[in-house]
């Protein structure tokens, strides 16, 4: 079965700065979908980035980028030039061809971004 | 103006009552699911449907029930067989392309209590 493994419970930052999230998983699938969602305070989930498994290239949006190591197994996000509104709980999902339909998700960071 | 809506925000309920909660999208998504949230941990799969009068059981579809009679329309009732079902519920839709499941998007979520 597919796993998502996000170590870092909390994670904080000073504005501006850069900080990068962890997520490592565990697939033995060749065709997949990794993503990173945002909750805020709100608790709606905004989507991020999204990165084919296929896709050599690094995704990235705006401000936030990731770092795809698929031997590796490793999904990281890169936030830059880290904003007051950044601050919520970051969760890495999976996606797998066979999982039709599920989402499979990590426990989440919570990023906090000091003034 | 596009999305997922869910109702209510928030809803109580009494032991031993059913409760509907209400998913709604005008997305023109094929695919609807409901996910359980719990307090500090991640997103678990209730059901999913990718076809009108077709729904699948997810993780932890014990204690819910769902119908998919209308594309745009996908509620979730919490029967009293359901345990422990304080949580917060969120919606999603997607697309589906070439079989597999494309990027999901969520809905504001309700928040259930159990009195």
């Known amino acids: 079965a597919q796993t998502v493994t996000q170590s870092q419970p909390e994670m904080s930052v000073q504005e501006a700065e850069t900080v990068t999230l962890s997520c490592t998983y565990d697939?033995?699938?060749?065709?997949?979908?990794l993503f990173w969602y945002k909750q805020p305070p709100s608790r709606q989930m905004i989507l991020v980035i999204r990165q084919e498994a296929y896709k050599q290239q690094n995704a990235t949006e705006n401000r936030f980028s990731v770092n795809f190591q698929k031997a590796a197994k490793s999904f990281s996000l890169k936030i830059s030039d880290s904003q007051l509104g950044d601050a919520a709980m970051y969760f890495c999902?999976?996606?797998?061809?066979?999982?039709?339909?599920?989402?499979?998700f990590g426990q989440g960071t919570t990023l906090q971004v000091k003034p | 103006d596009g999305g997922i809506t869910q109702s209510p925000k928030y809803l109580f309920r009494k032991e031993g009552q059913n409760v509907t909660l209400s998913c709604e999208q005008n997305?023109?998504?094929?695919?609807m699911y409901w996910y359980r949230q719990d307090p500090g941990q991640g997103l678990r799969l209730i059901y999913y449907s990718q076809i009108v009068n077709d729904f699948q059981k997810g993780d932890i579809a014990e204690g819910y029930s769902v119908s998919r009679e209308k594309k745009e329309s996908f509620p979730l009732t919490v029967t009293s067989a359901q345990k422990n079902p304080t949580a917060f519920y969120l919606c999603?839709?997607?697309?589906?392309?070439?079989?597999?499941?494309?990027?999901?998007?969520f809905g504001p979520g309700t928040r259930l209590t159990v009195l």
């Open positions: 697939t033995s699938e060749s065709d997949y979908y």
């Open positions: 997305l023109n998504h094929d695919a």
């Open positions: 999902a999976y996606h797998g061809s066979s999982n039709t339909g599920k989402l499979i």
């Open positions: 999603a839709s997607s697309w589906l392309a070439g079989g597999y499941t494309a990027t999901q998007y």
